[in-house]
């Protein structure tokens, strides 16, 4: 696999670009060989479609420079730009509601319009124009829920051999169409659940497979491997001359995950080496390493892109050398500046010396002890259970002895955790913008502090 794309999800907690200048060399030297930037509202969209920016979207000179500094590295980049399903960031807005599959529902765009594939063609338009010198470029289409169950749809599918299948590939068809007549020399990418369960006759017939590469993706620490060889042969016997696989470092185990196990990771590169290995030498052109930042535009956050670093690196190793050994994981150790390594547990001994090292430990720390220690003296100490119950707290019938047994610990326990938690926010203001400090922070410290300040103030 010698092909390494290391995605960037920057539909949220997207990274400050000076962060991901000073990540970008340690990828090379991890094994990297390239990105691919799912950049969502974080593009500097511009015109009818500025609306889309988030507030922290990238301008465009940060986008050139880090762009140029991949370069500088030997990175390739592959720019993600969904066409398709997952189209929340755009479907959400009343201007393009009306280019819903379903009325109520933003996730999926209606393939029967023509201002549809003229809005797909726009973005991807504004994306090119940003990147230099590309080979691939992915259009999503994964996950198209509801496919079929707009009117519009419902209309088309009554007539004689329509199916949603049809559908789906007409859509795809017309993306990489629109892509291949303005941009000759790029190549799309599409994901491949939508394909999976196609029929051989129906993916020839459509002529998809002669137009982008699918990239087959299973986040699974046991996966099908005999399965996915049978996939690679059949997408080979449609037509697709290549296939890509996608693996995950992280953002694939808990919607609102905010550890990283590395073990599960690496078994789940393991497992693409061993279809790999099964695989025709010349049908695999790479395989990207996913990074999920949340599951969808409207999802909590989960690990944050520090967070899931030692494990990207452990994974990077894993299928840079074709497996991973002692000496894989020093090796590790020494990129990271991390002596003891954990796998199969979320805590390690030592610090680490890479970038955003001390977001991790902070992390850690919180999400292994706020929690619990607010819990031990709040729903064990017999004082608070007793006699400081929310119905006494309701009526104000408390002695003021009881008070005095558990609220200097309260008091105690509040001012250590919130020194912990300003640490975290000064080494998150290095690597985040505010707004992603602020949602971390509201879902994984605000409801144990707010618990434990409730009993005291």
């Not at 511009?46 to 420079?65: I, K």
């Not at 807005?93 to 009325?103: C, D, G, I, P, S």
């Amino acid at each position: 696999m010698w092909r390494r794309l290391v995605h960037l999800d920057l539909k949220g907690a997207a990274p400050r670009v000076q962060y991901l200048e000073q990540v970008l060399p340690l990828l090379r030297a991890l094994g990297a060989t390239g990105l691919l930037l799912e950049y969502e509202d974080t593009f500097p969209y511009t015109g009818p479609l500025e609306l889309l920016q988030a507030p922290h979207a990238y301008s465009p000179e940060e986008l050139r420079a880090l762009l140029s500094r991949a370069r500088a590295q030997g990175l390739d980049v592959v720019p993600l730009v969904q066409s398709f399903g997952h189209m929340e960031f755009v479907l959400k807005h009343r201007e393009f509601a009306h280019l819903r599959e379903v009325k109520a529902l933003p996730n999926a765009l209606n393939p029967h319009k023509e201002e549809s594939l003229a809005l797909v063609k726009a973005m991807i338009d504004q994306v090119m124009a940003l990147h230099e010198d590309l080979k691939w470029f992915h259009i999503g289409c994964d996950e198209v829920y509801c496919l079929g169950e707009g009117e519009e749809s419902k209309q088309w599918l009554q007539q004689q051999n329509n199916t949603p299948e049809k559908l789906c590939l007409s859509h795809i068809k017309a993306v990489a169409t629109c892509l291949a007549w303005s941009y000759p020399m790029v190549t799309p990418i599409v994901w491949d659940d939508m394909l999976r369960g196609m029929s051989e006759e129906t993916l020839a017939e459509s002529g998809v497979p002669q137009l982008v590469q699918p990239m087959i993706w299973d986040y699974a620490a046991d996966i099908d491997v005999v399965g996915k060889v049978q996939l690679i042969e059949k997408y080979r016997r449609c037509g697709f001359s290549k296939v890509w696989f996608a693996s995950a470092f992280k953002g694939a185990t808990g919607v609102n995950q905010s550890l990283t196990l590395i073990g599960h990771h690496l078994r789940n590169q393991l497992e693409w080496l061993q279809v790999a290995s099964r695989s025709p030498a010349d049908v695999l052109e790479g395989i990207a390493l996913t990074g999920w930042q949340r599951y969808d535009h409207f999802s909590v956050l989960c690990e944050l892109l520090p967070v899931g670093i030692p494990s990207l690196a452990v994974c990077l190793q894993a299928l840079k050398n074709g497996g991973y050994s002692e000496k894989i994981k020093e090796n590790v150790e020494n990129l990271l500046g991390m002596p003891n390594l954990e796998i199969d547990t979320f805590t390690s001994p030592s610090l680490g010396t890479f970038p955003g090292s001390n977001v991790l430990t902070l992390v850690t720390q919180i999400s292994f002890h706020l929690k619990s220690s607010v819990d031990e003296l709040l729903e064990r100490n017999r004082y608070v259970t007793g006699w400081f119950s929310p119905y006494h707290r309701k009526r104000k019938i408390i002695h003021p002895i009881v008070l005095h047994h558990f609220q200097p610990d309260a008091v105690s326990l509040f001012s250590k955790w919130n020194a912990v938690v300003q640490d975290l926010q000064a080494a998150m203001e290095q690597v985040f913008h505010r707004c992603a400090i602020e949602e971390w922070m509201e879902e994984n410290v605000h409801p144990s502090l707010q618990k434990l300040q409730q009993h005291w103030c």
